[in-house]
């Protein structure tokens, strides 16, 4: 298999620390400046791991990634991509269920000089149709296979209807006929290119609706990681484990975003697997937990589960506003061992983090301005009807008519900016993000 061999092709003595730094193109801001900087100092150090069974579901072999070998793999995708005859700067889909091919994808995409669009796995061919149509995307990467499905089969039927597509690419196996093989093109060896000009971005879909693209620059999407982390607390060569896609803000900041910015490790999980999950949460030789991030509604199932199955050194809950606060198991921090921290996502405009406890969202929320939000990054106010505003780089504003983020001059950021939603209070604290 190609993957097999690809991973073959990746020295050990290429990924020892201290070795000169692999040929990935940086770019002045995004996630592959990031890997590029910790490949150049710590290659041998672990970046994605797939967990669970994922030949059984894909047909691809589990992989583990060192920030070295991941830079490498990066400079030869994005060399074979800036072949492709796209202009600078054009919209490339990204479909995938998660997992590591799907993130080596996405910063390969950056690398070339082009903008990440990842759109939700699940979505069917009308809504990947009308979501690469509303995006203006140019290129697909996919894969072969998904469970019982076939993610390359099925763009191939719809590039039929969208002749703006040119591109198709996918990681095997099942690679169809006229879709160019990505497994094939990491294998490439070759001097790497000069850096692109740009600074990454992002378009990802508001709400999960293909019709609704939101493009986020690069310097704003690694703002909302920055705001993030200062509740998350992951540091260097720590091990992040998510059970988020990376297909929204969501996923990307509590992910792969946090990971790269922190120098951290990310293994990811596209099919819930429990056993996986209780193995990946054991403690490491070193007495170093790992870091959990799930989406809310796991909250109960998760307080049940970790007492037997591990002890993170947090746990990362996420909720998609519009959300109730008030069902939260706050006895969850003392039932699991970890630290708890809940981060809110407005929509794709921004992701607001906090530890439970003194620091509650809850309580940021009801009196933001005590709450000492990161100025500068992401700051919050609540007016006397409730409604919230925004202000920072990583909440920039939605353009005039449309559902894109530009990029917005630095008195711009500075603004406060009306978000479509309201916090009811109720003794003194927010009991719900609503829909304004």
């Known amino acids: 298999m190609q993957a097999q061999a690809l991973a073959r092709t990746l020295p050990a003595d290429r990924q020892a620390e201290g070795r000169p730094a692999l040929g990935l193109p940086t770019r002045r801001c995004g996630l592959g400046a990031l890997l590029a900087a910790t490949a150049r100092r710590h290659p041998a150090r672990p970046l994605l791991t797939d967990l669970g069974d994922k030949p059984g579901w894909c047909g691809r072999p589990a992989m583990g990634w060192s920030y070295g070998a991941a830079?490498?793999?990066?400079?030869?995708?994005?060399?074979?991509?800036?072949?492709?005859?796209?202009?600078?700067?054009?919209?490339?889909?990204?479909w995938f269920p998660g997992g590591s091919e799907g993130l080596v994808a996405h910063l390969a995409v950056e690398a070339a000089g082009h903008v990440p669009c990842p759109m939700p796995a699940a979505w069917d061919e009308a809504r990947l149709l009308a979501g690469i149509e509303a995006a203006g995307i140019r290129a697909v990467l996919t894969q072969g296979r998904l469970g019982a499905r076939r993610p390359a089969e099925i763009l191939c039927r719809v590039a039929l209807g969208c002749f703006a597509?040119?591109?198709?690419?996918?990681?095997?196996?099942?690679?169809?006929?006229?879709?160019?093989?990505?497994?094939?093109?990491?294998?490439?060896?070759?001097?790497?290119?000069?850096?692109?000009?740009?600074?990454?971005?992002?378009?990802?879909f508001a709400g999960r609706d293909p019709l609704c693209p939101v493009l986020r620059p690069g310097d704003a999407l690694l703002a909302a990681v920055a705001a993030h982390l200062v509740a998350a607390r992951i540091g260097p060569a720590e091990r992040l484990v998510t059970l988020l896609p990376p297909d929204d803000l969501r996923g990307l900041v509590t992910g792969l975003g946090a990971a790269l910015v922190a120098g951290a490790s990310l293994e990811t999980m596209p099919v819930f697997d429990r056993t996986a999950l209780a193995r990946a949460l054991a403690p490491e030789p070193a007495g170093r937990s790992p870091h959990?991030?799930?989406?809310?509604?796991?909250?109960?199932?998760?307080?049940?589960?970790?007492?037997?199955?591990g002890r993170p050194a947090s746990l990362t809950l996420v909720h998609r506003?519009?959300?109730?606060?008030?069902?939260?198991?706050?006895?969850?921090?003392a039932r699991s061992g970890a630290r708890i921290v809940d981060a809110l996502v407005l929509g794709e405009a921004a992701v607001v983090s906090r530890a439970r406890g003194a620091d509650d969202i809850a309580l940021a929320l009801a009196d933001p301005e005590a709450a000492r939000f990161p100025a500068g990054l992401l700051e919050l106010r609540r007016d006397a009807e409730g409604g919230l505003c925004l202000r920072g780089q990583a909440a920039l504003p939605a353009a005039e008519g449309t559902r894109e983020v530009g990029r917005a001059p630095q008195p711009e950021a500075e603004l406060w900016r009306p978000a479509p939603y309201r916090i009811p209070l109720f003794a003194g604290t927010a009991t719900a993000v609503l829909e304004a």
Do not use: Q
Request: glycine content about 14%; overall charge neutral.
């Open 165 to 204: 597509l040119r591109y198709l690419a996918a990681f095997g196996p099942d690679v169809p006929d006229g879709v160019i093989n990505l497994d094939a093109m990491a294998l490439e060896r070759g001097a790497p290119d000069p850096a692109p000009e740009g600074g990454g971005g992002l378009v990802s």
């Open 71 to 94: 830079a490498e793999i990066v400079n030869r995708l994005a060399r074979g991509i800036r072949a492709w005859r796209l202009p600078p700067g054009s919209r490339v889909g990204l």
């Open 292 to 309: 959990l991030v799930a989406p809310a509604f796991l909250e109960g199932p998760l307080a049940d589960f970790l007492p037997g199955h």
């Open 321 to 333: 506003a519009p959300a109730k606060l008030t069902g939260r198991r706050l006895d969850l921090g």
